[in-house]
């Protein structure tokens, strides 16, 4: 009986060990930067985060507690990061499948290495460490690979912690973050796994596209994916009705023209409104534009409105708060908003201009009336907030105009 017991004990281990080697025989790179080029566009950098050089090479450098969050659009669940460190001073945390629903990290410092688990961004757990030390200004190659809930953390090829989470968090992405009073360089990240699963079940067709010159929006009808819209400078606004295998030029109403021989559409941004479909905006490039269609597309009707400043290569954005139009204009060089309400067969025009606090959000607050019925009835004033991360670059403009 009990040469039977450690007969299965062995082969459960071998079964578990070829499992884990299966698993990753379709691995690929999924994503790799050494900072070679020395730029950090693959990252979202907090202050004290820095591209410096080590022995001729590029290296990214992190100082005090500080974040560096890697800028992919989707999670990765089984995967192996690897990563070069060396500690100048205090240590770093390797953050692993981080997403909202809390994070693995890994304590790389001088006096050893721990694997911790943070729930809901909530309770913190210490799932196991190692005191092993680390010698400062010394590169080591650390390996992180999770399959499940099975952990294993390598420096320089050593396994050194190895853990399996009964309640594990599946997926998500990498970050980087340097502790309190800490010095830490990094090089040559490596995401080695599996292609997603969402991704790999599609393929691109070549199709042709409408004519033209620079694209710019692509839209999709939300309940007919065949209708499908595209903006371009200088043919306007382009129309699919099977999928975007044929384009047809619909610019009924839009009136501004550009280029030589002033036969160029510049419509640069479109947009469908998420509340009735039917109603679609535009917005022109290099010159003052803004359209508004209520049938789809087919035909379009000029809405400029009371804005007081010109207006160049507008982008639309329409909120999901009903009746509210967000405009944003690149060209200007500070952040200003504002607002246009009618009251009555859309006659009616307002407007109020304000300067943004760069540091926090912009809410309207005040309405002030130019217009026929400006005295006919109280307004209930609606508010809508933007996000500072619409810089001073940006020339917010929000638009009650239906």
């Known amino acids: 009986m009990k040469k039977n017991y450690y007969l299965f004990l062995t ?32 990252w979202q950098l907090d202050t004290g985060w820095q591209i410096g050089e080590d022995g001729g090479n590029y290296i990214l450098n992190g100082s005090d507690h500080t974040w560096a969050n890697l800028n992919n659009t989707y999670n990765w669940s089984d995967y192996k990061f690897k990563i070069r460190v060396k500690l100048i001073s205090g240590g770093v945390h390797l953050n692993y499948r981080i997403s909202d629903k809390g994070r693995y990290f890994i304590g790389f410092h001088e006096g050893g290495l721990y694997l911790n688990k943070t729930e809901s961004w909530v309770t913190h757990h210490n799932l196991i460490s190692d ?21 294993k953390v390598y ?20 970050a980087l973050e340097t502790l309190d009073n800490s010095s830490v360089c990094v090089d040559d990240i490596e995401i080695i796994g599996k292609f997603p699963a969402f991704l790999s079940a599609y393929t691109w067709h070549r199709t042709g596209g409408p004519i033209g010159g ?28 099977d999928g975007g295998v044929t384009w047809r030029q619909r610019n009924n109403g839009i009136t501004v023209r550009t280029g030589p021989s002033l036969d160029g ?69 500070f952040l200003q908003v504002y607002w246009a309400l009618n009251l009555t067969e859309q006659k009616g025009k307002s407007t109020r201009q304000k300067t943004a606090d760069k540091s926090g959000f912009v809410c309207g607050k005040e309405i002030i009336w130019q217009g026929l019925f400006s005295l006919i009835r109280p307004i209930r004033i609606q508010c809508i907030l933007l996000p500072a991360f619409l810089t001073e670059r940006h020339t917010i403009f929000q638009a009650l105009v239906y």
């Not at 597309?297 to 967000?326: C, D, H, N």
């Open 11 to 42: 082969l459960f281990a071998f079964y578990f060990t070829a499992m884990l080697v299966y698993a990753q025989e379709n691995w690929i790179t999924l994503f790799q930067d050494n900072f070679d080029k020395n730029n950090t566009d693959n």
């Open 131 to 151: 005191n092993i030390p680390h010698s400062l200004n010394t590169w080591y190659k650390i390996e992180i690979v999770g399959i499940h809930g099975d952990l």
């Open 265 to 333: 559409i510049p419509v640069f941004s479109l947009t469908i409104d998420p509340n009735n479909p039917d109603i679609v905006w535009a917005g022109t490039q290099n010159v003052k534009g803004i359209f508004k269609s209520n049938d789809a597309g087919e035909t379009w009707t000029k809405r400029i409105m009371a804005f007081q400043k010109e207006m160049k290569s507008v982008s639309v954005i329409l909120g999901y708060i009903p009746k509210t139009l967000i405009l944003y204009s690149p060209e200007q060089k």
């Open 214 to 241: 620079l694209g710019y929006d692509v839209r999709i009808h939300p309940s007919n994916p065949k209708i499908m819209f595209v903006t371009d400078n200088p043919s306007g606004v382009n129309k699919s009705y």
């Open 155 to 174: 420096v320089n090829k050593t396994l050194r912690l190895e853990y399996t989470d009964c309640s594990p968090l599946f997926e998500g992405k990498i």
